[in-house]
């Protein structure tokens, strides 16, 4: 997946941090986008881009002078199906480390921290939390049941039983002191139309 | 403690009359026209199998109303009210081919209990749908390739599982309805029986299913409210009824006909209570998903099986029914298909194999320890328990509850009893994720599916035990005034989720960013 430069450029935003430009320069792999049009200013600028294509992630770019390299956040994300926490799961966006001038105004941010509380030295029109939701596909990657498994195969391989702290649901045991009976009933019955009668 | 499962059919029969003349060629054809079962023939399931309940034909020329109040106040039967005892024909008059076969000379053939010897082969047989299975025979009229000799009316039709004595000459089912068949003609009359499942589609039980008052909680008081506040889903997976072949015969095949209300052969009927809570989670016949789009399908349970096998292997009395016509069998039991021991395989990935390696590098907190089976999980393991392993545990044989006085409207039950034993129990330290109903093959000891089940754990939600893959983010609104964001979920999961992007541009606001719409929307 590759960008396009004309998609970027129109970011205004990073302009107005005495950032030169942006260029463009590849089509796969990281995408330099702060290259030779950096003209002064100093300040921390983020990225987006794929790493390969078939592995899409978000990552996060260098500052400086350029931007070249991977920032090492690549791989894939796994997460447990939100049906316990409603419809979905929400984003949150944090403003991160970021010191530049904007119009003349210095800014300065450390950390991360919540969008509202520096939103006053902030310029330009006032912030608006960005918003959206995850794009997913469904993992072979299985969910464990938060601990080992009580497991022949383990005595197969000679382990020896090593039940972790146990933290999430768990499931019913048979009973020493009671019968479980299970009725099942087996109903049939047949509408009788406009037959009966006819 | 009592469970309660259920499942049931609904029945719908059909009659249908084509009159052909002596050459073989259709003159003449009618609608399925809808038949009423009668009370007797609902409480023949009991002893019969659906497909036996139409073994033979009768036709009347009586007029009377089928009996049957709405709902009916007793066990009432019904039949015809004038069967016709002669049918004047032509023997052996007729060939298909050609020219007529040898003329045997006239004689009057019974209209009463017409069976098997008047069979159309290849009118006969069974068809699987996706709600259950319809089944058929079809006569002709007259038999022994005659031909009438004079118009033969028919006002009333029925069918019945037998032909005298006390048990089964009564109709299963009777329509009143007016046909003429020309003399010099012949005609085929089917009936075809559908038997519509109503739990082929996932079903679910919510706590307070299972009945735990009498139980006895001196000693396990815990273990008991486990099973008072259990809920889970089930489907049954195949229609496990006898079969019709091709020449009208009802067998048996291989699976049983476990799930006939008649079944008597309880020795192989059993419940089991597996481990396993993952083998259909990916894919609906089991293991490795096969495709993206599989794994949406899944539900967790095996999906309802549909055969429908070619028509010349339909079983034919000479020989079994072929290899190639077969059901999943020892679901969420074995490690391997070859094993002999009752353990489920234990899966970490459904991606190909057990042995597959799936990519958990970006994964902190679980690792290859972490299988999906049903383990005490928050409820801990008790080190000073005994310790028999992720086995399976399997019910008595079952036996069929009395039925007298069952007779209530328009519907009738049966109830089947399978007990879990206190000397069977596997302790405390084994725990159970899923129950089948199965038919076990006296001889092959496999058990074929009938029933699926699958529980849910203590948090009580419906959570398919695999992850989701989160491949990128859609934004619906960019944002404004915000150079750089991290982005993480709330609430926040162990896995490593806290990414870093830009937001932009710096006024306005840049709806479906087409940079991120083309990774594809949900």
């Given at each position: 997946?590759?960008?396009?430069?004309?998609?970027l450029?129109g970011?205004s935003?990073?302009?107005?941090v005495?950032l030169?430009?942006?260029?463009?320069?590849?089509?796969?792999?990281?995408?330099n986008?702060f290259?030779?049009g950096?003209?002064?200013?100093y300040?921390?600028?983020?990225?987006?881009?794929?790493?390969?294509?078939?592995?899409p992630?978000?990552?996060?770019?260098a500052?400086?002078?350029?931007?070249?390299?991977?920032?090492?956040?690549?791989?894939?994300?796994?997460y447990?199906r939100?049906?316990?926490?409603?419809?979905?799961i929400?984003?949150?966006?944090?403003v991160?480390?970021?010191?530049g001038?904007?119009?003349?105004?210095s800014?300065?941010l450390?950390?991360?921290?919540?969008i509202?509380?520096?939103?006053?030295?902030?310029?330009?029109?006032?912030?608006?939390?960005?918003s959206?939701?995850f794009?997913?596909?469904?993992?072979?990657?299985?969910?464990p049941?938060?601990?080992?498994?009580t497991?022949q195969?383990?005595q197969s391989?000679g382990?020896?039983?090593?039940?972790?702290?146990?933290?999430?649901?768990?499931?019913?045991?048979m009973l020493?002191?009671?019968?479980?009976?299970?009725n099942l009933?087996?109903?049939?019955?047949?509408?009788?139309?406009?037959?009966l009668n006819? | 403690?009592?469970?309660?499962a259920?499942?049931n059919?609904?029945?719908?029969?059909?009659?249908k009359?084509d009159?052909?003349?002596?050459?073989?060629?259709?003159?003449?054809?009618?609608?399925?026209?809808?038949?009423?079962?009668t009370?007797?023939?609902?409480?023949?399931i009991?002893?019969?199998n659906f497909?036996?309940?139409?073994?033979?034909?009768?036709l009347?020329?009586?007029?009377?109303?089928?009996?049957?109040?709405?709902?009916?106040?007793?066990?009432?039967?019904?039949?015809?009210?004038?069967?016709?005892?002669?049918?004047?024909?032509?023997l052996?008059?007729?060939?298909?081919?050609?020219?007529p076969g040898?003329?045997?000379?006239?004689?009057?053939?019974?209209?009463q209990?017409?069976?098997?010897?008047a069979?159309?082969?290849g009118?006969?047989?069974?068809?699987?749908?996706?709600?259950?299975?319809?089944?058929?025979r079809?006569?002709?009229?007259?038999?022994y390739?005659?031909y009438l000799?004079?118009?033969?009316?028919?006002?009333?039709?029925?069918?019945?599982?037998?032909t005298?004595?006390?048990?089964g000459?009564?109709?299963?089912?009777?329509?009143?309805?007016?046909?003429?068949i020309?003399?010099?003609?012949?005609?085929t009359?089917?009936?075809q029986?559908k038997?519509?499942?109503?739990?082929?589609?996932?079903q679910?039980?919510?706590?307070?299913?299972?009945?735990?008052?009498?139980?006895?909680i001196?000693?396990?008081?815990?273990?008991?409210?486990?099973?008072?506040?259990?809920?889970?889903?089930?489907r049954?997976?195949?229609?496990?009824?006898?079969?019709?072949?091709s020449?009208g015969?009802t067998?048996?095949?291989?699976?049983?006909n476990?799930?006939?209300?008649?079944?008597?052969?309880l020795?192989a009927s059993r419940?089991?209570?597996?481990?396993?809570?993952?083998q259909?989670?990916?894919n609906?016949?089991?293991?490795?998903?096969?495709?993206?789009?599989?794994?949406?399908?899944a539900?967790?349970?095996l999906?309802f099986i549909?055969?429908n096998?070619?028509?010349?292997q339909?079983?034919d009395?000479s020989?079994?029914?072929p290899?190639?016509?077969?059901l999943?069998?020892?679901?969420?039991?074995?490690?391997?298909?070859?094993?002999?021991s009752?353990f489920?395989?234990?899966?970490?990935s459904?991606?190909?194999?057990?042995s597959?390696?799936p990519?958990?590098?970006?994964?902190a907190?679980?690792?290859?320890?972490?299988?999906s089976?049903?383990?005490?999980?928050?409820?801990g393991?008790?080190?000073?328990?005994a310790?028999?392993?992720?086995?399976?545990?399997v019910?008595t044989?079952?036996?069929?509850?009395?039925?007298?006085g069952?007779?209530?409207g328009?519907?009738?039950?049966?109830?089947r009893?399978?007990?879990?034993?206190p000397?069977?129990?596997?302790?405390?330290?084994t725990?159970?994720?899923s129950?089948?109903?199965?038919?076990k093959?006296?001889?092959?000891?496999?058990?074929?599916?009938m029933v699926?089940?699958?529980?849910?754990?203590?948090?009580?939600?419906?959570?398919?035990?695999h992850?989701?893959q989160?491949?990128?983010?859609?934004?619906t609104?960019?944002?404004?005034?915000?150079?750089a964001?991290?982005?993480?979920?709330?609430?926040?999961?162990?896995?490593?989720?806290n990414?870093?992007?830009?937001q932009?541009?710096g006024t306005g606001?840049?709806?479906?960013?087409p940079?991120?719409?083309?990774?594809?929307?949900?």
């Amino acid at each position: 997946m590759a960008y396009y430069s004309n998609e970027l450029t129109g970011v205004s935003m990073l302009s107005g941090v005495g950032l030169g430009g942006i260029s463009y320069t590849g089509s796969t792999g990281v995408v330099n986008l702060f290259g030779s049009g950096y003209s002064g200013g100093y300040g921390q600028v983020y990225g987006i881009y794929w790493n390969t294509s078939a592995n899409p992630a978000f990552g996060l770019a260098a500052d400086g002078t350029g931007i070249t390299s991977s920032p090492g956040i690549t791989g894939t994300i796994y997460y447990p199906r939100p049906s316990p926490f409603g419809s979905g799961i929400s984003l949150k966006f944090l403003v991160t480390a970021f010191s530049g001038s904007v119009g003349g105004v210095s800014i300065a941010l450390t950390g991360d921290q919540l969008i509202g509380i520096n939103s006053g030295t902030a310029p330009g029109s006032g912030y608006i939390l960005p918003s959206g939701y995850f794009i997913h596909q469904e993992s072979f990657v299985l969910l464990p049941n938060y601990a080992n498994p009580t497991s022949q195969i383990y005595q197969s391989l000679g382990t020896p039983y090593s039940y972790t702290p146990a933290a999430g649901g768990f499931y019913p045991s048979m009973l020493n002191d009671n019968i479980v009976n299970i009725n099942l009933e087996i109903t049939w019955s047949g509408a009788s139309g406009d037959a009966l009668n006819c | 403690m009592d469970i309660k499962a259920n499942v049931n059919y609904a029945l719908e029969g059909k009659f249908k009359v084509d009159i052909f003349n002596k050459k073989g060629e259709l003159i003449e054809t009618t609608d399925w026209f809808n038949n009423f079962i009668t009370p007797s023939g609902l409480s023949y399931i009991y002893n019969y199998n659906f497909a036996d309940c139409f073994r033979y034909l009768s036709l009347g020329i009586g007029t009377t109303s089928n009996y049957g109040n709405n709902p009916p106040s007793a066990n009432e039967t019904t039949g015809l009210s004038s069967p016709i005892t002669s049918i004047p024909t032509n023997l052996n008059a007729i060939s298909i081919s050609g020219s007529p076969g040898v003329i045997f000379g006239t004689s009057n053939l019974s209209g009463q209990y017409i069976g098997s010897w008047a069979y159309q082969e290849g009118g006969c047989g069974i068809v699987e749908d996706n709600d259950g299975p319809r089944f058929y025979r079809s006569w002709n009229i007259p038999f022994y390739n005659g031909y009438l000799l004079n118009d033969l009316t028919i006002n009333e039709f029925m069918v019945s599982p037998s032909t005298g004595g006390s048990n089964g000459a009564l109709a299963f089912s009777r329509v009143k309805k007016n046909i003429i068949i020309p003399q010099g003609t012949f005609s085929t009359i089917s009936y075809q029986l559908k038997i519509k499942l109503g739990s082929v589609n996932i079903q679910t039980f919510s706590g307070g299913t299972f009945q735990t008052g009498n139980a006895d909680i001196t000693n396990e008081v815990n273990e008991v409210a486990q099973w008072n506040t259990l809920s889970g889903c089930y489907r049954q997976t195949y229609h496990g009824l006898a079969w019709i072949d091709s020449i009208g015969t009802t067998f048996v095949p291989r699976y049983g006909n476990l799930m006939e209300p008649s079944f008597t052969g309880l020795a192989a009927s059993r419940f089991y209570l597996s481990p396993d809570n993952s083998q259909f989670n990916v894919n609906v016949s089991g293991g490795a998903n096969s495709s993206e789009s599989s794994s949406y399908l899944a539900d967790g349970l095996l999906k309802f099986i549909v055969q429908n096998p070619p028509y010349q292997q339909i079983y034919d009395n000479s020989t079994s029914v072929p290899n190639t016509q077969n059901l999943p069998n020892n679901i969420r039991i074995k490690l391997s298909t070859a094993a002999t021991s009752e353990f489920p395989a234990m899966y970490n990935s459904q991606y190909s194999s057990v042995s597959t390696n799936p990519d958990y590098s970006s994964l902190a907190v679980y690792d290859f320890q972490g299988y999906s089976t049903a383990t005490p999980g928050s409820s801990g393991y008790d080190s000073s328990k005994a310790q028999f392993g992720n086995k399976i545990l399997v019910s008595t044989q079952g036996f069929n509850m009395p039925h007298t006085g069952a007779v209530t409207g328009r519907s009738r039950v049966l109830t089947r009893r399978h007990s879990f034993l206190p000397a069977q129990s596997l302790g405390k330290n084994t725990r159970f994720g899923s129950l089948v109903y199965a038919y076990k093959n006296p001889i092959s000891n496999d058990y074929y599916p009938m029933v699926d089940s699958m529980f849910f754990d203590t948090s009580g939600q419906y959570m398919m035990a695999h992850y989701r893959q989160i491949t990128g983010i859609y934004f619906t609104n960019r944002g404004s005034g915000i150079v750089a964001c991290s982005t993480y979920t709330v609430p926040q999961i162990d896995m490593p989720f806290n990414h870093k992007t830009f937001q932009g541009p710096g006024t306005g606001s840049l709806t479906n960013h087409p940079a991120l719409n083309g990774i594809g929307g949900i």
